[in-house]
């Protein structure tokens, strides 16, 4: 629990490594990031002394880290609708709609996602820090579906260890420009910030390692319906993926420029224009349930606007 004292000492295997590194595997669900910020702050010792976040660790070196208490939220609860998928003593599972952002930051002060779940569940997990109490993973602001909230510490915990370790199975439904060749894939590219727009991600030789598989679920003229399961988890991942493809997303307006033109319907055309956001659904995401130990299984149904554009698609193909 947050606040506690830790007392770690190095392992024989673990001679060698970063300070950050270590903690973060530790198992208690830290993250390098914030082992910077306690070490920074004189919360984490190393034989007696305060240590440092970049310091090579020998075998039987005695660490100590004291994490801050988690502070009170301040977000505000508000009364927002949310479609819960399945709810437990440890887990909620909601099917986020597009247009809605996780957390409050600028720009988005209020009506976020955390502020629906601090009105629904007022003893969320902590551990995600002042703003994003009990998010464990995130979805882009027009992105849908299934999102995974840790109601207690000990989930919060087991799942960030998850996704850390890649034992979690996501899968992404997505709607795209043109029909790729064959039935599946793999973008195998590393991603990282554009070299001249540092607002967007790109696939660049200094990025990190980035990995996407892909299948073609259903083609239309035009277009297709892409299963996805991306393996690592960059910021913005797939849309870079299908878009280094040659196969960006439906709506994206980051990405996708204007190929809705390259549409031989007319209809078809102007549905793809004015579609709202980037067609990308998190359609289903297996997990190992933090307490009972077992597979599981969650999935959202496709929204509205996706179901709509693959009838017209089917209807003139």
Not at 91 to 97: D, E, M, Q, S, T
Not at 107 to 115: E, K, Q, S, W, Y
Not at 208 to 221: G, H, I, N, Y
Not at 272 to 290: D, E, G, N
């Amino acid at each position: 629990m947050s606040g506690d004292r830790f007392v770690l000492e190095v392992p024989a295997e673990s001679e060698g490594l970063r300070l950050d590194r270590f903690l973060a595997g530790c198992g208690q669900g830290w993250s390098r990031s914030q082992v910077a910020r306690w070490a920074q702050a004189g919360l984490v010792w190393r034989n007696g002394v305060p240590a440092k976040p970049a310091q090579f660790l020998k075998a039987g070196d005695i660490i100590v880290v004291t994490p801050p208490p988690v502070q009170p939220a301040t977000v505000e609860p508000q009364p927002i609708p949310l479609a819960v998928l399945y709810e437990d003593r440890d887990l909620l599972v909601i099917n986020k709609p597009a247009g809605i952002v996780i957390h409050p930051a600028a720009g988005n002060p209020d009506g976020t996602l955390v502020n629906a779940l601090l009105a629904y569940c007022r003893d969320l997990s902590g551990i995600g820090g002042v703003e994003r109490p009990g998010i464990v993973h995130r979805l882009d602001k027009d992105t849908s579906g299934v999102l995974l909230v840790a109601k207690n510490d000990a989930a919060h915990r087991a799942l960030e260890l998850a996704f850390r370790w890649r034992t979690t199975d996501k899968r992404y439904l997505a709607v795209v420009y043109g029909v790729p060749k064959g039935e599946e894939g793999v973008v195998d590219a590393p991603i990282g910030r554009h070299p001249s727009d540092r607002k967007r991600m790109a696939v660049v030789k200094e990025g990190r390692p980035s990995r996407t598989l892909w299948w073609v679920r259903e083609r239309f003229a035009g277009l297709a319906l892409l299963e996805c399961r991306p393996i690592t988890g960059r910021t913005h991942q797939i849309r870079v993926h299908l878009a280094h493809l040659g196969h960006a997303l439906v709506g994206d307006p980051v990405y996708a420029g204007r190929q809705w033109r390259e549409l031989s319907s007319k209809a078809l055309q102007e549905a793809c224009r004015a579609f709202p956001r980037q067609a990308l659904h998190a359609w289903r995401i297996t997990i190992r349930h933090p307490s009972r130990g077992e597979l599981v299984t969650f999935e959202a149904p496709l929204p509205s606007d996706v179901q709509e554009l693959l009838s017209l698609a089917r209807s003139v193909s």
